[in-house]
T-cell receptor
Framework: GAGVSQSPRYKVTKRGQDVALRCDPI?????LYWYRQALGQGPEFLTY????????KSGLPNDRFSAERPEGSISTLTIQRTEQRDSAMYRC???????????????FGPGTRLTVL | SQQGEEDPQALSIQEGENATMNCSYK?????LQWYRQNSGRGLVHLIL?????REKHSGRLRVTLDTSKKSSSLLITASRAADTASYFC???????????FGQGTRLTINP
């Protein structure tokens, strides 16, 4: 079946503009995660959802970052008033839900490469 | 903050040799997952090992987990040029659904 998809794949924007990054998870995956990856580093957690509920947003760096998943499927990560330091690869992942304390594999999308000029 | 640390940071071997990468972590985990990232491509899930498992195999991959030492290793046998990539370990720490990644090991397979 289809994997996690993200759009756009590349986004170049000017400092101060708002951007919206989209993630479409694997069908049937109720958990959706956002990570950010700097060049040469491992991904860092931003936030995640179970269904439409945002469960943990402790990784969002500041209040310019927000995420939503209104219908429990597609999610949007929005960055307002972008700054050059926001430039990175933004990755989305999805998984089956945690059951009886058992966590499952997270499958990642191709990412959106954001460049803020 | 990163929980995991991979060792070595970079590894270069000849095709056909075995490659071993290590990962250490700090807190109790539910599971540990290994991912591969080719240059310019996405993160591919390789294998998941749960905290009550000690060893797991998948094709040419062998993963071990030692929870007493808070460490894991990934062994790739009979390496191929296509195995050239960065390899990351990621932990599901207990009580948290998020993954915490290490810095990765850059593996180069020389023909």
């Amino acid at each position: 079946g289809a994997g996690v998809s993200q759009s756009p794949r590349y986004k170049v924007t000017k400092r101060g503009q708002d951007v919206a990054l989209r993630c479409d998870p694997i069908s049937g995956h109720v958990s959706l995660y956002w990570y950010r990856q700097a060049l040469g580093q491992g991904p860092e957690f931003l936030t995640y959802f179970n269904y439409e509920a945002q469960q943990d947003k402790s990784g969002l760096p500041n209040d310019r970052f927000s995420a939503e998943r209104p219908e429990g499927s597609i999610s949007t990560l929005t960055i307002q008033r972008t700054e050059q330091r926001d430039s990175a690869m933004y990755r989305c992942a999805s998984s089956l839900p945690r059951l009886a304390g058992v966590y499952n594999e997270q499958f990642f999308g191709p990412g959106t490469r954001l460049t803020v000029l | 903050s990163q929980q995991g640390e991979e060792d070595p940071q970079a590894l270069s071997i000849q095709e056909g040799e075995n490659a071993t990468m290590n990962c250490s972590y700090k807190t109790s985990i539910n599971n540990l997952q290994w991912y591969r990232q080719n240059s310019g491509r996405g993160l591919v899930h390789l294998i998941l090992i749960r905290s009550n498992e000690r060893e797991k195999h998948s094709g040419r991959l062998r993963v071990t987990l030692d929870t007493s030492k808070k460490s894991s290793s990934l062994l790739i046998t009979a390496s191929r040029a296509a195995d050239t990539a960065s390899y990351f370990c990621a932990t599901n720490i207990q009580g948290a659904q998020k993954l915490v990644f290490g810095q990765g090991t850059r593996l180069t397979i020389n023909p």
